[in-house]
Structures are given as structure tokens and as C-alpha cells.
């Protein structure tokens, strides 16, 4: 430990106070403070070394041999000697050591050394935040223009001019919806003269539900959102959509982003609190999951809060605070004490399952139940299953109470433990105090997990295998009844402990639920700590929360935030390049009732988002990235977006908000490299046809378009995606099964709903929002007739589009237009 390099000093003499004291202030305070921020061991008090850090007294009065010191010191391990480095005591020092201790270790305490107080970091985004004044400029339609503006004025630098109105109604239409827009609202867009005109467009795709699930695929990619709970087994999670289902409408509803977040983190704390306010806390439920049986599960659980905390310090405060997991931050004022009190904020929180049915679920499950219960119970007394399980749960309780005992029960008590949550609280719950709901779990885990002795029965195992067969067959036709993964407190919660090097085998000194000192002080009163902490995230005295939400909301409409790192607000990240526009942003955010639709319709109403976004090639050395903002950004699509897009302009897309999700197609080779046997149920019908935002996501074997789109993987929070440009995302358009169909349906569409001598127009302006320009529609009509002579050579029609087959040749027209660079991009 550290005492023992402190203690390679000159000869140390009888006398803590006079001659050890110093020695130990001089070698340790000055590097590392007089406390060890990991065990809690001050250096500069006898006291201290005679109480011990966290594996015992250092020193044992009397008894030297017996003492952790002069086993350190003494020791030829490389790895625990002390001092680890450098010279080693002499053996008159060890001697005057043991003197010391042998004869009582007497001192007289002096005043240990006070931790020096800690300072406020002069950091931009730490510091109090207030509305700036706009300065003067030119040409502006609100505030934002003024602080852009002026800056490229400094510059000397002139914005650019307003798009053209297609360019400007496809682009809003893709930023607040996430879908283009149709030829009728186009059509309308471009008739109406009117001065409000373009305002309008706003507030109806502000106002429409697309909105809702434009910005929560955003907000999923910082909750890590999956469908399933990762590592090897990677089990489904059914119910995980019930929590995207809640973000949906909370944007819709534009939920004020304060309780945004206080429902997310603590909503089930909240007095009388609703199932909605419940569902939200899936935020925190969104970590993996490891069930292999042999992981311990106080590390898993560990693992899971770390994660937690590093997700909350990502999505809500921008910094990466995780770096402090194992030692103080190397370059942000975070230390190993703060992360942990970060980590406690969590940690008294433990997992639930509830009942969280959507609209109409509730009449047709309350009249189907009672006659699914009473033939569930019919099965269940014919194969005489609560004789057996009784058998079963005795020795079961018998391993949980006294592990050790019978291996073969350990086993299945770890196989549980790992598979059902708080599986073993539940089992040693008397059964006449069970919940229904969990008794029919237990009982459906114990015909499903029969335990070692039943195997030994040939034939009553053989009954049962009938058995579960034939609950399957009755639960199938049950109407769902949806449930929700939440969080909720821990009446037994142990407390936290720091984990010395990150190790959750060796706890160091206990911590409070807590922030950073850098920030405002954070005092949880009465309250809950989870609540309170949820709520001083956006107090009015935070100026981190409000700054970092209004950069993610400047991101998603500019393709790169104020601060382009908007994860890491920190010293190691960009500093902001509008550093008044992003404060101003964040105090009409706050000021503004915290409502994202009007910050969101703040910035796009600006002439800033307005501008065309060609490039400017006197700029290229000046400013390559478009840092002053001199254009519009022109920005590759998201990858469900792009999926999206060729659904509508097809007129494929299923329009259905919300629900469980969808399998479409994905390639056999994709499943195959999962774990076990698990299958991809393709999706029919309509279902197959829905948002890329409802496609099922598997951790270890996740949708292919997706990831060759630049997806996350959903492990970690990811706060702004990376685009590539790769040769696998060509071929991905070419020949993937949805946008193929998307081609076929995008050239039948253009037959039925427009005059022949009109549908390649129609088919243009579909896809990309605006009319071909005669050079390009020549090109088009050129294609169009190579690809009718090379479908009656080669006799494909029947293969490109069986039900149509005439219309074949359109096909491979509108496979071009769905694969334009402008197709999959913003303008």
C-alpha cells in the first residue's frame, strides 16, 4: 500500500509527533493529499495508522511481527513490497519500526493535516450560466442569427442566401420528422405566398406524432437502448419497447425536459407515482445483462451501476466522469470519491417488473384471463405440478440457506439466481405471500428448469416436456397484456463503497449519494437521494444540464454541435465555437419551461438553419468545417432514416406509432452468429414495412443495415453518431431486400398515381422532394430506355417485378434515384 512507500525515509525515530509525523507529511501530503482517497487511511495521524485502511490496522501496538508495516517493508515480493521503487529501508530503520511499535506505538497526536478545500475549476462549462445580450447584426429573423452573424461579420464574411423552398421543406421535414415530405404538402408548400408560410410548415411537423419518434431515436442511442440484454447469451428482452413506447409520447407530449429527466431517474419515487412515471425509470434498465451462471452477481449488479453512472454523466452532464471509475480523473476536477458518489446515486435502486398495459389491452385480457386461468390450473393439478414443485423449492431453499451443502442444487440455485430477478428473495417468500404474477413465473421456471433430481424419472420428465408444450398452446391465443422493466427502490440497499482500482472485490471507504464539487452543491434534504439528484440535475443553479441539452438539440438540426464533442464537456474536449449562442440557447431551454419543441422551433425559425448549404469555396482553407456557420450543413442520413425514406417514397412505410418490435428481413448469416439456436422471425405483412426505429436489436448479432450505417451498438451511451462512406453501404442499397421492394413498389407507385407521361417526374419528386431540372430528366428518360432494351433481352421482367411485369424496367430506374448520394442525404 501507499503507507510503506511513504515510510522509506531517513531513520524514523521513537516519536510520531516530533520525528514521524513530518517525515510522513513531507513524503505523501505533497503528491497525494493526507488521505488515501481509496481506503480512507490518513498518514499524518498515529491514530489513523493504528485504525487501519480497508484491510486492518497498519500497525499493531506491541506486537511488530503482527503489524502490516514491517510485513511490507520486510518483503521481497516485487508486487507488495513497500517502497515498491527505489531504494529500500535500511535494516536500522526496519529496526527503529519495530522499536516503536514493540514499545506501544505512543504518540502524542498533533493536528492531522486538513484537506486542502476543494477548488472551483475556471472551465467554460462549469462556470454560473445567464442569458448574454445578442450583439448587433444584420439580416437576422431572432437572436441566434445575431451571434452567428456577427461572428461571420469579425470574419468578414457574408451568411449565405435562404435555400430555395423545396430544399428548405425537405429539410424540415427530414429534421423534425424524420420522413420527407409527400408531393401534396410540397405541392401546397410552394403555392403558399404567404409570409407565415414557411412558420406553418414548422408547427405541423412540430404538432405531427413523427415528431416523437424523430427525436427519440437520439435519445435511445444515450439510454443504450436494445431489445436484448447482451454478452453471450444475449437473452430477449419482450418488454424492452414498453420504455421507447414511453419517450415516444413524452416528446409528442413535449414533456418539459426537467421532468423528462426526474421521471427517468426517479419517477418511481415521486409521490403516488403513475405506472407511466414507473415505465420511464426502463431508462436505468437499459444496461446489459450477463446470465451466464457461474458470473458472480454482486459483480454483474456492480457492473450494471457503473454503467448507470456513466450513462447519467454522459447523457445529462457531458463529461466522462467513467475515467474516474479506478483513480481520480487525469484532466477533469473528478475524483475517485466524486465518481463513487455519482455511482451511490444508483446504487440503492434495484430491478422490478410490473403490469404496464397500453390502450384497449385491458377489456380483452380481464375477459380472456379467467378462463386461461382456470384451464392453466386444470394442466397443472393433472400433472400433479404443485406436489412436485414443492419437492422442488425445498431443496432449492435448502441450497440457498446453506450453500455448499449439495453442488448439484447450488448449481440450479446460481442458474436462477442469474435467469430471475431477485430470484432468490422470491423462492424464500412464503407461497401464500406471493404476488399471482410471481408465483406463475416461479412456476413456469420450474417446469421449464425441473432441477437434478426429476431427470432421474424418465417418464415423469417426459410428462412434463408434454406439459410445457401444452401451456405454450394455451397461453398463445391470450391477448398480450404488456409489462415494463423499471427500476425501484431498495429498502435493503447496502451502502456504497469506493472500489479500490475499480475492483468491486476490495471496498474502500464508504460514500453518500453525491455530485461534483465543481458544480453546485447537491443536498438531498427529506427526499429520496435518487429524486433529489434527478432534480438538481436541472436546477437553476446547474449550468451543465441546460448547456449540454441545447447543444444535442443544435447537433441533431446542424450535424455538429456548438461543441462538437457532446459527450465530453470537459477540459479534453472542443470548447464551444459560439460560446454566447450556446449560453443563450441554454437559458431560453430553461427559461422556456424546458420544452425541446420550443428550442427546437427556436433555432429552425432562424436565418441561420435557413441557409442554403452549398458549399462556399472561398472558405475551404479558411473554415473547412463550416465552424462559423457561413452555410447550411449537408448531412448523410442516419441509417433507420435512410431506411425510412425509401419506405415512404415507395408508399410502403407502415405508419403505426409506437408497439413491440419488428424482424424484417436480415440476411440468415447475420442470426447464425448468435448464441444457440435463436431464430429471426422474419416479419409479414405490415410489420415488415415499419420504421427503423421499431427494428428489433439484437447486441451481439444487431441488424445489419443498421451497423453498415453507422448505428451504435447499443453497449455504451453514444451521443452523436459518426458517419462513414464505405463501398459495404452501396452495395447495402443495391441489393438489401427492403430497399429492392422499396424500388419495386417506388415504380408501381409512379404508374398508378400519375399520368404516363408524367410518372417520371412523379417518381423523381417522390424520392427526392423536388422536380428534375431537363438535363436530368433527359439522363433519366436515356436510362429508362437502356434498361427496357436489356429487360426484353435478357427476359427478366417476371424475375424484377412478377405482378407488374411491364413496369420492370422502372425498376431499375427508381433503384437509381433510392441510391443518390442526394437521396440519403440532407441538404
Excluded at 628 to 646: C, F, G, K, M, T
Aim: hydrophobic share 40%; glycine share 6%.
Amino acid at each position: 500500500m501507499l503507507l510503506g512507500t511513504l515510510l522509506a525515509l531517513s531513520a524514523l525515530a521513537a516519536d510520531f509527533t516530533t520525528d514521524v509525523a513530518p517525515l510522513l507529511k513531507k513524503r505523501c501530503v505533497g503528491c497525494h493529499g493526507p488521505a488515501n482517497a481509496n481506503s480512507g487511511l490518513r498518514v499524518d495521524s498515529a491514530a489513523a495508522l493504528l485504525e487501519g485502511g480497508y484491510t486492518g490496522p497498519v500497525i499493531v501496538p506491541g506486537k511488530s511481527s503482527a503489524s502490516a508495516l514491517i510485513e511490507r517493508v520486510t518483503s521481497t515480493k516485487s508486487s507488495f513490497q513497500m517502497p515498491p521503487m527505489g531504494a529500500r529501508l535500511a535494516a536500522a530503520e526496519v529496526a527503529a519500526l519495530r522499536e516503536w511499535i514493540d514499545a506501544g506505538a505512543k504518540h502524542t497526536e498533533a493536528a492531522p493535516v486538513s484537506a486542502a478545500a476543494p477548488k472551483k475549476a475556471k472551465h467554460w462549462a462549469f462556470e454560473a450560466l445567464s442569458r448574454p445580450s445578442a450583439p448587433s447584426a444584420q439580416g437576422t429573423r431572432n437572436p441566434i442569427d445575431n451571434f452567428v452573424f456577427a461572428r461571420l461579420a469579425k470574419e468578414g464574411v457574408a451568411p449565405s442566401p435562404e435555400a430555395p423552398k423545396a430544399t428548405l421543406l425537405r429539410r424540415l421535414s427530414l429534421d423534425l420528422r424524420g420522413l420527407p415530405p409527400t408531393p401534396q404538402e410540397l405541392q401546397e408548400f410552394l403555392a403558399d405566398t404567404r409570409p407565415e408560410a414557411y412558420e406553418r410548415a414548422v408547427d405541423r411537423f412540430l404538432a405531427s406524432p413523427r415528431y416523437g419518434e424523430r427525436f427519440a431515436r437520439p435519445w435511445l442511442d444515450l439510454a443504450r437502448y436494445a431489445d436484448s440484454d447482451g454478452f453471450e447469451k444475449d437473452l430477449v428482452r419482450p418488454w424492452a419497447w414498453r420504455y421507447r413506447q414511453w419517450v415516444i409520447d413524452a416528446l409528442n407530449a413535449d414533456l418539459p425536459f426537467d421532468r423528462f429527466t426526474v421521471e427517468q431517474l426517479a419517477g418511481d419515487l415521486l409521490p403516488n407515482a403513475t405506472v407511466e412515471q414507473r415505465v420511464a425509470t426502463g431508462f436505468n434498465r437499459m444496461t446489459l445483462y450477463n446470465r451466464e451462471a457461474g458470473v458472480s452477481r454482486q459483480e454483474d449488479r456492480f457492473e450494471q451501476t457503473v454503467n448507470r453512472a456513466n450513462t447519467i454523466s454522459t447523457t445529462w452532464m457531458g463529461l466522462t466522469a467513467g475515467c474516474a471509475q479506478c483513480h481520480d480523473h487525469k484532466y477533469d476536477p473528478i475524483s475517485q470519491r466524486e465518481y463513487y458518489q455519482l455511482f451511490a446515486v444508483m446504487d440503492s435502486a434495484q430491478h422490478e417488473d410490473i403490469d404496464a398495459p397500453m390502450p384497449g389491452e385491458l377489456g380483452p385480457y380481464l375477459r380472456a384471463k379467467p378462463t386461461y386461468d382456470k384451464k392453466r390450473a386444470d394442466l397443472l393439478a393433472e400433472y400433479n405440478i404443485s406436489t412436485l414443485q414443492a419437492a422442488f423449492e425445498t431443496e432449492l431453499i435448502k441450497a440457498i440457506r446453506k450453500p455448499g451443502d449439495n453442488l448439484e442444487w447450488d448449481f440450479w440455485v446460481t442458474s436462477c439466481t442469474a435467469m430471475v430477478e431477485r430470484c432468490q428473495q422470491l423462492w424464500l417468500t412464503a407461497p401464500n405471500e406471493r404476488a399471482p404474477r410471481q408465483a406463475e413465473m416461479l412456476t413456469d421456471y420450474f417446469i421449464a428448469n425441473v432441477g437434478p433430481d426429476l431427470p432421474r424419472d424418465t417418464a415423469q420428465l417426459d410428462k412434463i416436456k408434454a406439459l410445457r408444450g401444452k401451456l405454450n398452446e394455451l397461453k398463445a391465443p391470450l391477448p398480450r397484456f404488456t409489462q415494463a422493466y423499471v427500476m425501484a427502490a431498495d429498502p435493503k440497499a447496502a451502502p456504497t463503497h469506493i472500489a479500490i482500482k475499480g475492483d468491486f472485490k476490495r471496498p474502500g471507504v464508504a460514500v453518500q449519494p453525491g455530485t461534483l464539487a465543481v458544480l453546485p452543491p447537491f443536498n438531498p434534504g427529506t427526499e429520496p437521494p435518487r429524486l433529489a439528484f434527478a432534480k438538481w440535475l436541472t436546477s437553476a443553479e446547474n449550468p451543465l444540464t441546460p448547456r449540454v441539452i441545447a447543444n444535442r438539440a443544435w447537433q441533431e438540426l446542424f450535424g455538429r454541435g456548438i461543441v462538437k464533442t457532446s459527450e465530453d464537456f470537459g477540459t479534453q474536449g472542443d470548447r464551444p465555437t459560439h460560446p454566447e449562442l450556446l449560453d443563450w440557447l441554454a437559458v431560453e431551454l430553461r427559461e422556456g419551461g424546458w420544452s425541446l419543441k420550443h428550442l427546437h422551433k427556436t433555432i429552425v425559425m432562424s436565418a441561420t438553419y435557413r441557409q442554403s448549404s452549398n458549399t462556399r469555396p472561398e472558405l475551404k482553407d479558411r473554415d473547412p468545417e463550416n465552424t462559423w456557420l457561413a452555410h447550411q450543413n449537408r448531412l448523410r442520413l442516419p441509417a433507420e432514416l435512410i431506411r425510412d425514406s425509401a419506405l415512404a417514397a415507395s408508399g410502403l412505410l407502415t405508419p403505426t406509432l409506437g408497439g413491440p418490435s419488428v424482424m424484417p428481413p436480415q440476411p440468415a448469416s447475420v442470426t447464425a452468429l448468435g448464441y444457440g439456436s435463436r431464430k429471426w422471425e422474419e416479419s409479414q405483412g405490415p410489420d415488415r414495412y415499419r420504421r427503423g426505429l421499431y427494428i428489433h436489436f439484437q447486441r451481439t448479432t444487431p441488424y445489419a443495415q443498421l451497423m453498415t450505417f453507422d448505428a451504435p451498438d447499443s453497449n455504451v451511451s453514444c451521443a452523436r453518431r459518426r458517419p462513414s462512406n464505405t463501398p459495404l453501404q452501396s452495395l447495402n442499397l443495391l441489393n438489401d431486400p427492403v430497399f429492392f421492394e422499396a424500388a419495386q413498389a417506388l415504380a408501381v407507385r409512379a404508374d398508378r398515381e400519375a399520368p404516363k407521361d408524367q410518372r417520371l417526374d412523379y417518381a423523381f419528386q417522390l424520392a427526392l422532394g423536388r422536380l428534375a431540372t431537363p438535363i436530368e430528366r433527359e439522363r433519366l428518360a436515356k436510362y429508362l430506355d437502356a434498361q427496357t432494351n436489356l429487360v426484353t433481352k435478357e427476359n427478366s421482367a417476371a424475375t424484377l417485378l412478377p405482378a407488374e411485369p411491364l413496369l420492370a424496367p422502372w425498376v431499375g430506374l427508381s433503384r437509381v434515384l433510392l441510391n443518390l448520394d442526394e437521396f440519403m442525404t440532407r441538404e
